[in-house]
Every structure is written in structure tokens, then in C-alpha cells.
């Protein structure tokens, strides 16, 4: 009976404003991470088409990366608000290093974008998507 009443929870839709609080957090962590990913595959094609066309391409994701790591920050701060106040201390141990972690993968990011050696590059590029492939993973933990 209670392994029915369980199974019967995970089964429930999501009320809409849930569902769009996610939608768009997972949405924008899409931008993101798979940009970074996507364009760092990129790289070896771009750098045959000339030697300016990575840093061209670069530019233009910076142009949808931060627009998408801001709806990140807000719907992230929305999620804490709608499920962090009955957390349990793991949860809420949890949230505290994927904030640092969030925080280090934009400061990365930063830093990548205005290095000028490769060996600067490549380090910053390196935290940048570590820490977010970071974040992304304690999302889904989070998330439950
Ligand atoms: C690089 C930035 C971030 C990425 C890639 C990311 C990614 C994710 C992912 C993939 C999920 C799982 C969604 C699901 O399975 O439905 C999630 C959930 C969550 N995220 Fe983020 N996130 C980021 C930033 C943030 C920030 C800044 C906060 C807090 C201020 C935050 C708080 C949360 C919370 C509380 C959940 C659980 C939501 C729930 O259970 O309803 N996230 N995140």
C-alpha cells in the first residue's frame, strides 16, 4: 500500500508554475552548458575556416551565454524560494557548494573570455566547463 501511494507521487504532473520555473532554468542551464560544450567540438572545424573564426564564434555565444547564466541566476534564486525553506541540511549543504560552484563557473567564463595566452584560455575554458557540468549534475541531485 505505501509502495503504491509512492509510486502514485512520482507519477503526478507538475503544477504549471513548476513546470515553467523548470522549464526555463533547465532551458537556460541548456545555453549554457551545451553551448560551451558544442562550441568547444567547434573549435578544430572553425580554426580550418581562418584563424580569426574561433574568437568570432566565441563572441557571438558570449552574446546568448550570459543572457541565458542570468536566467539561471534568477530562476535558481526562484527554485530556492519554492522548494528550499522545507529542505533537509544535506539539500540546503548541497545548494551552498552549487552556488560557489555556479559563481566559479562565471567567473571562469569571464576570465576566458578576456585571456590572451592559449595556456590562459585552455585553463580558463577548462574550469569554466568542469564548473558547470558541476552545477548542472547537483541540479539534477536538487531537483530529486
Ligand atoms: C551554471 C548554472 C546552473 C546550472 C547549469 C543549473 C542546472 C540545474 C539543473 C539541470 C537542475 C535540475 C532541474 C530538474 O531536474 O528538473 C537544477 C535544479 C535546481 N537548481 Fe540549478 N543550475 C544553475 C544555477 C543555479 C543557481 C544559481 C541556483 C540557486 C541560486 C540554483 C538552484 C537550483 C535548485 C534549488 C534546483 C532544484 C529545483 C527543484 O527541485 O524544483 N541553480 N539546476
Known sequence: MEQATAQLTINQLAPALTGIRLSLHVMAATVWVGGQLTLAGLVPTARRLGSTAPGALARSFARIQWPAYA????????????????????????????????????????????ATSKSGLAAWGAVTALASVTALVMGVFLAG
Open 71 to 114: 536566467v539561471l541566476l534568477a530562476t535558481g534564486v526562484w527554485n530556492v524560494f519554492a522548494v528550499g525553506t522545507s529542505a533537509t541540511t544535506a539539500w540546503k549543504a548541497v545548494l551552498g557548494v552549487k552556488i560557489a560552484v555556479v559563481l566559479l563557473a562565471g567567473l571562469g567564463a569571464w576570465l576566458h573570455g578576456r
